[in-house]
Every structure is written in structure tokens, then in C-alpha cells.
């Protein structure tokens, strides 16, 4: 592909949810979020940039490529995303949070195509459980709804009008793509799965951490090979 793409990773929350720290430097089946989600980019994309809390950027640096562009991040993820747009020079930008380790390559390709065409794409996935309001209890069709995952991926000319749009009238969301449709133009929509599961709680990170050998043998041989310890290849 002759158009530029970027991976932009938002890592800078403060992870209050989980309570472990801020959450992309917990590690999973031994590598932080943070390193799965840039070692799941790296065959994929031209540029990586990622954006960390000011105080983890020397661990960040210790922990990454030298060909990863680390920032810092801002107050909001919205903040930080608009901080990752300004920090790259990509055409076309696929954002993912850190907090999802288990991104396959055949999502980012199909995620490609799809902003190449369309240029606004957003994977989701059906809802399995029935929906209710919880002050209500009114139902909601699940088979017309679907769950918002990222990555989420725009030309990045769209993607800044959107944020300078939003910046504009006030408006605060923790998902890209409504930027976008509140201009007026549509995303398109990619299909993901439950591997894109995002870590919020305690109960997210031990199935993630369940899951992690599995994921591990099936997608990610090739970059296990520099973590073995020198005694074990004996
Ligand atoms: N994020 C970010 N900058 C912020 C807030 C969030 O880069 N100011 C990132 C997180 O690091 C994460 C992604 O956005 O990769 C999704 O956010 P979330 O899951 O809410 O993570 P946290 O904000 O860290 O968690 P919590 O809301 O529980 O504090
Ligand atoms: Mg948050």
C-alpha cells in the first residue's frame, strides 16, 4: 500500500478501574499492554506513536523499539488522541487503545481496506447479552445494536476536523468514530470478536492473563522468540 498508515495507541490513562497503576505497564502472560498493543502493530504500519503519562515516558522508552514515537499524553483519552493526531504524519491513522492485548492481523488488514474505501472505519461486535436499562428495565433489541471496539481507523484530515469540531462545541466522547458521524459522514463498520475484550477491571485482567498463552502460541511466535530466557533455550 502507497499510502502512509499509523498506528496511534492511547496509554495514558491512569487505569482507576483496574486499580493496578496506570494500566498500559501491567503486564500480561509477561509483557505489559502496552508492548502487545505496539508488538501487534509492527508488521502492519509505517509509524507507531504512542502517548503514556509524563512520568512513564523512561520506562516506555526502556520497554519499546527505537522506532516508536512516545508522547504524553492529556487528561481525557479525547486529549490524548488529538496529542497522537499532532504527532504524526500518516494519511491514513488507525487508533487502538493499549488496554486491548489481543488484536489480530487480519483485523488491522481488513480495518486498512476499509479506511482506504470508506475513510472512516470502526470495528465492533454483536452483543451477546440481553440489554436493559438499568433504571428502567427496558429492553432493547441486541441484534441492532453493537458494541463499539477499536481499532478505529480515519484519513487523518477527516479524524482532526472531527476532534477540532469537537473541541469546538464542547463535546467529550471516549470513541473516535462519533466525531466523525457528527459531521455528517459515515464509518464504516468492521467486524471484530471477543478477542478484543478491553481490560477495565480486576476480572477483565485475569481473563486476559487466563487467555494470554493461548493468544500467544496462535498469533505471536515469532516476537515470543526474544523473551525466552538464555537458560531455557539450553
Ligand atoms: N487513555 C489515554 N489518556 C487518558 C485516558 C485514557 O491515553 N487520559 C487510554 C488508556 O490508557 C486506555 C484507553 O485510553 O488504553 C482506554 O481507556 P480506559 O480503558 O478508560 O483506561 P483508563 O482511563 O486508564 O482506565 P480508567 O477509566 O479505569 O481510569
Ligand atoms: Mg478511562
Redesign the pocket.
Known sequence: MSVKVAALI?????????GQG???FVEVGGRTLLERAVTNFTQHVDEIVV?VPSELHREAKHLLPDDVIIIT?????Q??VYQLLQACTAEVVLVH???RPFLAADVIERMKVAVLEHHAASVVTSVADSLIEAATGQTHDRSKLRAVQTPQGFRRDLILRAHDAANASGAHVTDDASLVRALGEPVALVEGSSWLL?V?DPSQLELARALAPHWDAQHNRATLTPYLKPSSML
Open positions: 492511547p496509554a495514558a490513562g491512569s487505569g482507576q478501574r483496574l496506570p494500566k498500559a502517548a499524553g492529556g487528561a481525557t483519552r486529549e490524548t487503545d493499549a488496554a478491553k477495565t
